[in-house]
């Protein structure tokens, strides 16, 4: 997610400094990268009250959507503000720019598209696209978050009804596996790599395709990813301070690649999509940033919460290991009851458990490098029963961590097995030592 940054004086503060150094503000919103920097040369410089606020959706008190700004960049934008967003440091800007719905065209760094009549449902037969025009040379992914996610649902495991499908330029057919269902608070990241030899632009569409059978609506948040830039700050961050500033965190991060999903927390919970009914033909990858003062991912699931096929007739037991997991399974490297070894990587069955045809759930812990990358496999058939899929509450934790072992391989190799559509598209980040970063207040500047 973008973010908007104010300054407000507050003291001055003493700081010996070079000469010629330079205190560089940006503001990341939509379409203004280049022209809104501003450098302020000093030799004992002012201390600054940075606020930073997330350009989220907000509404006025008519329940009309916007995206919060300060007033002199929805003025900018053309909008006009009715409503305080930000704690009164923004103003819920109404602007066409920021929201869409069906057979539209975008370049804005941050935009909604919902469906026609959203907050409300449809039910007839569309077919309802949203282009994404990729116009900033730093920008190499989107992510879609999925704020309301409901289709009709899967047919033994298919697509056949409602459906999304995103395809990008220069990404290969089936990188993004079709969903339906219900998927509300689930996120995705495209790759929209850049060509160095190609000057053509790059795109994403967006489809959504519908049918009359019965009540539907989406409401997505797609945000366009600078990702050497944030790779930058973020990385400069980490060792300054020994970990990325809570600031950081709500601005959207470039995913590692060959990550569908991605997560940067210390503790989240994660989910199969349209959980309840998991889908067929599944092949990507869920990645989970180590945290620098952790040593183990736990990984938990109660009996409510997972149940994928086993290659047995013992569906309800835990299934562990290549044999009892070889086609329906969610792999965890170098899990294990306490993450040494021996550990098993395949998980399936109707409990989560380290320990093979066990009849009670067990948290399965991973010690194995970071960052972590869960795989979810499923194969074509039509599934009946035990069909679930997984909720799973994962927690990164610093006790016991003097016994790490270094005989896991690190899980990077779970991305590399993955199918070839699955990592097609993706391309390396490529970091520079460009900035450093200033904390006042607890809050983060960036000096160059």
């Not at 990984?299 to 290659?311: G, L, P, R």
Request: hydrophobic letters at 30%; aromatic letters at 10%.
């Amino acid at each position: 997610m973008h973010s908007t940054k104010l300054l407000l004086f507050a003291a001055f503060l003493e700081i010996i400094c070079g000469t010629g150094a330079i205190l560089q503000f940006s503001n990341s919103t939509d379409n203004f990268n280049s022209d809104r920097g501003r450098r302020l040369s000093f030799l004992r410089p002012s201390i600054f009250n940075v606020v930073r606020f997330s350009n989220d959706e907000c509404y006025d008190g008519g329940n009309q959507s916007g995206t919060c700004y300060t007033p002199i960049e929805c003025k900018t934008f053309g909008g006009s503000g009715t409503a305080m967003c930000a704690n009164g440091y923004g103003t819920c800007c109404i602007s066409s720019l920021f929201s869409k719905s069906c057979h539209n065209t975008t370049s804005q760094k941050v935009v909604y598209f919902k469906n026609p009549s959203y907050p409300a449902s449809d039910n007839q037969q569309n077919y309802c696209d949203l282009s994404i025009d990729v116009k900033d040379a730093d920008i190499c992914q989107l992510r879609l978050d999925f704020l309301d996610f409901q289709l009709d649902p899967p047919t033994k495991g298919r697509c056949l009804g409602d459906r999304l499908s995103v395809t990008a330029s220069k990404l290969a057919t089936n990188s993004i596996p079709t969903l339906c269902g219900l998927n509300r608070h689930s996120h995705i990241y495209v790759s929209v790599p850049q060509d160095a030899n190609s000057k053509a632009g790059r795109s994403a569409s967006i489809l959504f395709v519908t049918n009359n059978n019965g009540a539907y609506r989406w409401h997505l948040r797609i945000t366009q990813i600078e990702c050497t830039k944030m790779s930058d700050l973020n990385r400069v961050q980490k060792s300054f301070f020994g970990f990325i500033p809570e600031a950081a965190l709500k601005v959207s991060l470039p995913a590692p690649q060959g990550c569908l999903q991605y997560y940067s927390t210390a503790s989240g919970v994660i989910e199969s999509f349209n959980f309840g009914h998991y889908l067929a033909n599944m092949d990507y990858a869920i990645c989970i940033e180590r945290l620098p003062d952790t040593c183990k991912v736990v990984f938990s699931s109660s009996i409510a919460d997972w149940a994928i096929d086993k290659n047995d007739a013992y569906k309800d037991t835990a299934g562990v290991g290549d044999i009892q997991c070889s086609n329906d399974y969610l792999l965890i490297p170098g899990g294990s009851r306490d993450g040494e070894g021996p550990t098993f990587d395949r998980f399936c069955g109707g409990k989560l458990s380290y320990s093979k045809s066990s009849q009670e759930p067990a948290p399965v812990v991973s010690k194995a490098n970071g960052p972590i990358v869960l795989r979810f496999h499923t194969d074509n058939q039509l599934l009946t029963q035990n069909n679930l899929g997984f909720r799973v509450q994962f927690t990164q934790e610093t006790t016991n961590c003097q016994s790490v072992s270094s005989n896991i391989v690190s899980n990077s190799l779970s991305v590399a097995s993955l199918s070839a559509p699955v990592l097609s598209g993706y391309t390396n980040f490529q970091n520079t030592n460009e900035n450093l970063v200033l904390r006042s207040n607890t809050k983060y500047l960036r000096l160059k």
